[in-house]
């Protein structure tokens, strides 16, 4: 298996720019979640969908942030405006959950380094 | 709200020295997961500890779990340069699928 494919690996944008960051989980997988890290404030989860569906945005900071993911095996995170505070690394990640089995494992993609000037 | 915090935060020992890095969480779950992530690169999953009482080892790294006392421990043994990394463990949060990461522990193995 491929693993988790993140694009672009790396992203420089100007301020006020649209930015598109794109995940492709690991097939079969039915979660799928969008982290943001910075030294500042660590790991943080901004959304994650089961089934193609959002369950939990409480992490997106503004509504400069939006995510979708119109099928299983593709999803997006859009920052329209992009302002520098944005600047971090992106993680996709995804996750099985089977019945009977109790780990909720998440597997990372590799991530995309966002700068915004 | 589920709080996960490690300590220490950093580490920095010499290589062939022994050390415990404590994951402790504040509601109930039996479910905890241990990551590395090496610099500029992404999480890689290390454990997968599902029960109470549950010990994984895996080369030099051992990790357990106590989920009445709502704690991990990631034990080094014998450390080398190659273990050097940041270290993250992260909790289940109840009657959700989404997990609490820590704050992590930077570990750094010198000579």
């Known amino acids: 298996d491929a693993g988790v494919i993140q694009s672009p690996r790396h992203e420089v944008t100007e301020m006020g720019q649209e930015v598109t960051l ?17 030294m500042m404030r ?19 900071p503004e509504d400069r942030f939006s995510a ?17 505070r944005d600047s971090a690394v992106y993680f996709c990640a995804s996750s099985l959950v089977v019945t009977g089995v109790a780990s909720n494992e998440q597997f ?3 991530g995309t380094r966002l700068t915004v000037l | ?3 996960v915090e490690q300590n220490p935060l950093f580490l920095s020992m010499q290589e062939g020295k022994n050390y415990t890095i404590y994951c402790n969480y504040s509601t109930t779950s039996d479910r ?15 454990f997968v ?25 990631l034990h080094i043994t014998a450390a080398v340069h190659d273990l050097s990394a940041t ?13 609490i990461f820590g704050t992590g522990t930077r570990l750094q193995v010198f000579p």
Not at chain 1, 72 to 82: E, M
């Open chain 1, 108 to 110: 990372f993609g590799p």
């Open chain 2, 87 to 99: 270290y993250f463990c992260a909790v289940d949060a109840h009657n959700t699928d989404k997990l």
């Open chain 2, 49 to 73: 500890l599902l029960s109470n009482g549950a010990v994984k080892q895996e080369g030099r790294l051992m990790a357990s779990l106590d989920t009445k006392a709502r704690l991990s421990t």
């Open chain 1, 68 to 84: 979708k993911m119109p099928n299983a095996s593709f999803s997006t995170l859009k920052i329209q405006p992009s302002e520098p």
């Open chain 1, 42 to 60: 660590g790991l943080e989860l901004l959304i994650y969908f089961n089934n193609n569906v959002p369950i939990d945005d409480s992490g997106m």
């Open chain 1, 22 to 38: 794109r995940c492709k989980p690991i097939s079969g997988h039915d979660y799928l979640f969008w982290y943001r890290q910075t």
């Open chain 2, 32 to 46: 905890l997961y241990w990551y590395r992530q090496d610099p500029g690169k992404s999480l890689e999953s290390l």
């Open chain 2, 1 to 3: 709200e589920l709080k």
